[in-house]
């Protein structure tokens, strides 16, 4: 953390130690990961939940799987 200051603004470090601090976060990477997003100033835009539901797919089955182990050839 201490080296940190070379690729992130002082104000975002002190801020990110003070919410972690609040926190009660005793990691030195949860500080980073906060100054880097205060740093970035942005966040990551965030994809609704139902854009997403295009990529389900089903639970695959493992009936074959089963029978092979049983013995039982199809």
């Known amino acids: 953390m201490l080296l940190a200051h070379r690729s992130l603004p ?4 002190i801020s990110a130690t003070g919410k972690a601090i609040q926190a009660g976060a005793l990691n030195p990477q949860v500080v980073l990961i906060e100054a880097r997003r205060e740093a ?3 966040l990551a835009p965030v994809a609704a939940i139902g854009a997403l539901a295009r990529y389900d797919r089903p ?8 029978a092979l182990l049983a013995g039982n050839n199809r």
């Open 10 to 13: 002082t104000a975002a470090l």
């Open 40 to 42: 970035a100033s942005q």
């Open 59 to 66: 639970t695959p089955t493992l009936a074959n799987y089963d």
